[in-house]
């Protein structure tokens, strides 16, 4: 029996994408996975369909579970319900719009058996129902993450604190304990579940590796959330600066970067 790989999927909303999402869980070469859904209060038909697609597919996992809640509470809430059941010793965490290449849970897991305490970045697959969306800009920032993933712990770590340099949320795979080791998700940054804890991972000592295979399909959407100057991803990236990321690029010698981004999040909130 091989290491049990437990994977969350992370669904809001999410009726018309779930299905393949979860299609590609369960179409994975690998055979020990548990599979987690963490419904962050649908209003539609997402929980009925997942119920569905579990009663006809329960047989294809180790462990099957539906988290549902009362309260709609972001992404890092949705995650802690689902850490809260976690069985296996690696867990992905993937959105209900995305999906794995087949052989992705056994390439994530023979990276980390090899590679202690790094954790895995792989190449991601942009796709998106919009036939006409242009990727240009997007990739362009795929590469400059692939070559982040490549550098040593200590460029990592100084990249990472002045801007987020890891693909996507799923491209990333993580040991279960280390994010246990870290108290899961920082529910005060609900429109952020990845940047927080991959700098807290950089902060504890753990890096980066790169799987130059294309490992998760990326959807791309056109309503995004980061439009505006004050969207409420830009809030949040504001207020986990100064409560947080400021201190940790002044710990790490980074004072003069830290006050460049202060008067950077002035003239945003100021208007200038």
Partial sequence: MGKLVSVVVQAYNSDDTIVRT??????????????????????????????????????????VNLITTQENTGIPGSNNRALKHVHGKYVEFLAADDCMSTDAISEYVKFCEKNENVIPVSRVKLFSDDDNCDFTSVENYCDKCYEFAKLSYKEQYKMLLIQNRVVAPAAAFYPTSVIRKLNGFDERFRWMEDYPINVKLMHEGYRFGFIDKQLIHYRISGGSIT????????????????????????????????????????????GR
């Fill in 22 to 63: 979860l299609e590609s869980v369960k179409n994975q070469d690998y055979p020990d996975i548990e599979l987690i859904v963490t419904d962050d209060k649908s209003k539609d038909n997402t929980i009925d369909i997942v119920n569905e697609w579990i009663s006809q597919n329960k047989q294809f996992f180790k462990n």
């Fill in 227 to 270: 439009g505006s100057n004050m969207s409420p991803l830009k809030k949040t990236e504001m207020e986990y600066f100064f409560k947080q990321k400021m201190w940790y690029m002044i710990q790490n010698g980074m004072a003069i970067e830290a006050l460049k981004q202060s008067k950077s999040w002035f003239k945003v909130l100021f």
